[in-house]
């Protein structure tokens, strides 16, 4: 039941991803409207599988990789409906949707069965750690896509040439407004995955910090968005700098979730 | 029955002859009824803008309209034949309708997607109405082309990006700022474009607008035609950091702004970011500011290289209108062969009508004992027979696609049952 309502909510973003492309060349707003309606669909239908899937398990299911990646692209399209909703950028959509639609095909080739949870690890805080983290993730991972974009108009505007992509993408001010704001939502929701992870560690392992990779990993890309935060404050870093730092900031992400569990042994699994 | 349209256009004519040939607004209803009492003319309006005169008219096929029609509007005008006629052309039937859909939907203007030639096919269309030199074809045509070139202007982006270099000031500063709505502009210098640009901006509705001259009345009296504040030119430098668009147009033989200023500014305003639009001649900001963080420097030549590729988006747009034009001109040819068709499928019916009624009549005299029920049913009966029959003709009539094959299927259904016009 989980696996069939998976398949169907890839579906759907995948329509979704073909219409935003379709927007991204024709700039037809029909298409966009289309787009949006798929990714709600899917979204909706993913829900579902996650729902299901916990009801199936007993517990949260987000123990192995393919568990992983489908939550953490669940979080980037809520985040991402919620941006659509607040500020309306549909070509948001068009780079959003690729991506996420990407890791979800790769999760088509990964083992799907339910893993037992290790009755150790039973605690209030999985909860709590394990959702405002990848909530955080789904913010950064909106925000990258936002600083490409940012990117790809500054160009454009600098060269004062312009091309396809200038009549296509929304402005800088829009853009840059939009990942602050994601990244305001994105870095308490990591703060928060780091504090209740350690309350966790110390139920489940009698230590509240014990230098495991992802934790120290998970340090670094804390260090590395606190920097963003601050540095815009305090030095007006904003547009094309705020922009290289979101997308540093996002491969940090991507390493903690993905490179530490893949290359480095620890006590985390995935996630 | 042919509608055709005759006219001179910029692509034809000089505005020496366009002028001769326009029509003025107390003209044209003359001239409408004019043309309109013709021997050959059945209906006609006149489009008259500065850039094209077209008679549109509705004329009896093989009928001497065109030529009445073109010897009218020299007589009109007391004009000579000789060196005029070069600069008409013709129309007719659907290369007129679609040259008409063209015209209205701005394809045929000299800049492609201006917003006024609707406005005048609307105007043009409104006249001939009055005068009452239209008919039934005209009116759905010109209905028809209001339909298309609203069509156009929404489906496709002909009219979408600016392509005057005030408003490609404008455009660049939304694609900068998004909503400029709380932004404020510094005017440096005084000059025809800088000052269109500030109007665009100001009907976007910035904030603030601040005029700096060297003349300090010419700063009061633009301060006060804009509802802006002025300052004395010397102070400029301490107000960089305060405003996001800064508009330069000054006489100075020398630079006004340097890099280094514009560097400051930005640091003071942390760095949020401006949009430097130098429309002097020499200029009058540092080029090279331009290479500083989150500014974005646009003089004349830069400004002028955004409004040729908007040109260029907009050609590429009016293929796309190109397209939307001939779906649209098969529909209305369509819809013009089922007009021509309807009276020819109404004539059938009453026909077999006639013959029903007939013949039931009779059938019920030969039975006189026949019950009301029973009428009802030999009726619905005979009905049911007549409808049947006549079904599948009446599909083909106007299933029909190709116009020739129309008339001979509509011909032949005339003569199989003798049908008078």
Known sequence: MNILCFKLALAAYLAATVFYLIFLVSMKKGMARMGQAFTIAGFVLHTAAILTRYAEAGHLPVISLYESLSFFAWATILVFLICDYRSHIPSLGSFVLPLTSISLIYTLALPSHIEPLNPALQSAWRGIHTISAFLGYGAFAVAFCAAIIYLLQERQLKRKKPGALYYRLPSLETLDFLSHKVLAFGFPCLTIAIITGSMWASSAWGSYWSWDPKETWSLITWFVYAAMIHTRVAAGWRGKKASYLAIIGFLFVMFTFLGVSLLLKGLHTYG | ?421
């Open chain 2, 1 to 421: 029955m042919e509608v055709c349209i005759l006219g001179v256009s910029h692509q034809t004519a000089p505005i020496e002859i366009r002028e001769k040939i326009a029509f003025s607004k107390i003209q044209l209803p003359d001239a409408l009824k004019g043309i309109h009492s013709l021997p050959d003319v059945k209906e006609c309006l006149i489009i008259s803008t500065c850039n094209r005169t077209e008679v549109v008219a509705v004329v009896k096929k093989g009928g001497r309209g065109i030529e009445e029609i073109k010897a009218f509007i020299l007589k009109f005008h007391n004009l000579d034949e000789g060196a005029l006629y070069q600069s008409f052309y013709v129309y007719s039937s659907e290369t007129a309708v679609s040259h008409i859909f063209r015209v209205a939907s701005s394809l045929e203007s000299m800049m492609i997607g201006e917003p006024q030639i609707l406005g005048q096919i609307k105007e043009a269309f409104q006249c001939a109405h009055d005068a009452c030199t239209t008919g039934p074809f005209l009116n759905n045509l010109l209905n028809q082309a209001i339909r298309v070139a609203k069509k156009i202007r929404t489906d496709t982006g002909i009219a979408r990006n600016a392509v005057s270099i005030s408003f490609a000031a404008v455009e660049l500063a939304r694609k900068i700022f998004g909503d400029i709505s709380g932004k404020a502009v510094l005017l440096i210098g005084a000059g025809e474009m800088s000052e269109l640009a500030a109007r665009h901006l100001i009907s976007n509705g910035v904030k603030r607008i601040i005029v700096a001259n060297r003349t300090w009345q010419r700063a009061q009296d633009l301060a006060e035609i804009f509802g802006g504040e002025p300052v004395p030119f010397e102070q400029i430098h301490d107000l960089l950091d305060q405003v996001d668009i800064i508009i330069t147009s000054t006489g100075a033989p020398h630079l006004i702004l340097h890099k280094s200023d514009i560097s400051s500014a930005m640091h003071k305003r942390k760095n949020r970011p401006m949009f430097l639009i130098d429309i002097a001649v020499p200029r009058d900001i540092d080029p090279e500011a331009n290479k500083c963080d989150n500014v974005y420097l646009y003089d004349i030549d830069d400004l002028q290289i955004v409004v040729e590729a908007n040109l260029k988006e907009r050609q590429k747009e009016a293929k796309k209108a190109a397209e939307i034009i001939d779906q649209e001109l098969a529909r209305f040819i369509k819809g013009c062969a089922l007009m021509e068709v309807m009276p020819t499928i109404a004539q059938l019916g009453i026909f077999m009508e006639e013959i029903r009624k007939k013949e039931v009549e009779r059938a019920i005299s030969l039975l006189p004992s026949i019950e009301n029920g029973q009428r009802q049913v030999l009726e619905a009966m005979t009905e049911a027979i007549i409808k049947k029959i006549i079904h599948r003709p009446i599909s083909r009539l106007k299933d029909a696609d190709d116009p020739e094959a129309l008339k001979e299927l509509v011909n032949a259904t005339k003569k199989l049952f003798d049908l008078k016009d």
